[in-house]
């Protein structure tokens, strides 16, 4: 099969990262018989340097005409002085907005070789796992177009007033909720089958809602076992017994605290993907999808090669997951990237501190080689 790939690099590591990013994908291609092409785009600070505006037109129309959009990260103290709607950043609402998604997935996964990274107890992290591993393998979906962030916002009364106020509107369409939900379901489906409705049901009318329409979709998903808890609570079981969940589904906000929250958990920014996806339209092959690492541009590291370009990888392999089906090659870019952190290879970033460790500290090119060998020898 062809595939068609919008690739934004962006500013700072960006490029550093999704050439490694593309690099794998080329070679998972050409292992399991597919064709990635890729039309190279300008958003971000460079956008603005080459043409005056973070997200040109052309980029935005362009990228609306692939399959799948994989991105670096944008912005860097060159541009902080520009004005709000000339700022780097913006590329990335306006490319979420002009393609239509509406689920952001970021996946928060403890993996056994980093252990070291994160903050909570062996003993903790073994109690909620179902086979006693010190490990956690969650999935955050969190509805990223709507809610309080989106909603009616603003301010009454004269400002020095004891009487004057602001206010913020947290508003759900039952259309929103159930897209974010079905998307969820899917990709418990793909994984251990557990889904977790994330929402503050005991205060909130909106949440009530969330809470009737996933008890429809629940009922016609038996396949998957949903439960249901409050956002104050799943804050402390997210460091008290993260093995419990495997997808959390929940709104805007909480799920922007939320997936916070899990990627301290998971030790370094530079090893955590994301996927932001939206609905198939008529005329489509697949629904619009941008996937990205975490991590911004990194400024500090840039050109030096000491990014870790695993989190753009594993972006990759999402990207293969949720936009095209592809599982065993997804499964195979992960398992590589395990391989690679098995033979003891670390980036700064993600090396422990002990001495006799038997890492071996390496730059972003050494990396992205030994995933590929890794992927050769599978
Ligand atoms: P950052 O994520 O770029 O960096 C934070 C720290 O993490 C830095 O010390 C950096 O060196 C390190 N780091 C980040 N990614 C790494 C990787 N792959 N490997 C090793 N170390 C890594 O966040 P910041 O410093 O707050 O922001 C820098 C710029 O990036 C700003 O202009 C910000 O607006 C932008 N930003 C962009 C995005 C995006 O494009 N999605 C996200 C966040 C920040």
């Known amino acids: 099969m062809n595939y068609s790939i919008a690739l934004v690099p962006g500013?700072?590591?960006?490029?550093?990262?999704t050439s490694k990013a593309v690099d794998v994908l080329k070679f998972t291609g050409g292992k399991f018989g597919h064709i990635f092409n890729f039309v190279e785009l300008e958003a971000g600070g460079c956008a603005i340097d080459a043409t005056g505006e973070p997200l040109p037109d052309s980029t935005l129309e362009a990228a609306r005409r692939s399959d799948a959009l994989l991105l670096g990260a944008v912005g860097g103290p060159k541009w902080e002085t520009q004005p709000g709607h000339l700022r780097p950043e913006r590329a990335l609402l306006g490319l979420r907005a002009g393609l239509g998604v509406f689920a952001n997935l970021r996946p928060a996964t403890l993996l056994p070789q980093l252990r070291e990274a994160c903050p909570l107890k062996e003993e903790v992290l073994r109690a909620s796992h179902p086979e006693g591993k010190p490990t956690f393998d969650i999935l955050i979906v969190r509805e990223l177009t709507g809610g309080i962030y989106f909603g009616e916002r603003g301010r009454e009364g004269d400002e020095k007033s004891p009487d004057s106020s602001a206010f913020d509107t947290e508003r759900y369409s039952r259309a929103e909720i159930e897209r974010v939900l079905l998307t969820a379901y899917d990709a418990a489906a793909k994984r251990r089958g557990k889904l977790c409705l994330v929402d503050k049901a005991n205060v909130l009318e909106s949440s009530r809602f969330w809470r009737e329409?996933?008890?429809?979709?629940?009922?016609?998903?038996?396949?998957?076992?949903?439960?249901?808890?409050y956002v104050d609570n799943c804050a402390m079981q997210l460091v008290r017994a993260p093995g419990q969940f495997d997808v959390i589904v929940t709104s805007n906000i909480f799920g922007d605290i939320l997936s916070d929250e899990a990627s301290v958990l998971s030790g370094s920014i530079g090893m955590l993907a994301s996927a932001s996806i939206g609905a198939k339209e008529a005329g489509r092959k697949y629904p619009p999808g941008m996937y990205e690492p975490i991590h911004g541009s990194?400024?500090?590291?840039?050109?030096?090669?000491?990014?870790?370009?695993?989190?753009?990888?594993?972006?990759?392999?999402m990207m293969l997951r949720y936009s095209f089906s592809l599982e065993r090659e997804a499964l195979?870019?992960?398992?590589?990237?395990?391989?690679?952190?098995?033979?003891?290879?670390r980036t700064t970033d993600i090396a422990g501190r002990a001495k006799d460790s038997g890492e071996k500290i390496v730059g972003t090119n050494e990396m992205a080689t030994a995933v590929m060998k890794a992927l050769e020898n599978a």
């Not at 329409?213 to 808890?229: D, F, G, L, R, V």
């Not at 990194?298 to 392999?317: E, F, R, V, Y």
């Not at 195979?332 to 290879?345: H, K, P, Q, R, W």
């Open 11 to 17: 500013d700072g590591i960006g490029p550093e990262v």
């Open 298 to 317: 990194a400024p500090d590291i840039a050109g030096k090669d000491l990014a870790n370009p695993l989190a753009a990888i594993l972006s990759a392999a």
């Open 213 to 229: 329409i996933c008890a429809e979709i629940a009922a016609a998903h038996k396949n998957i076992e949903t439960s249901y808890m």
């Open 332 to 345: 195979a870019i992960e398992a590589a990237v395990n391989s690679a952190l098995d033979s003891g290879l």
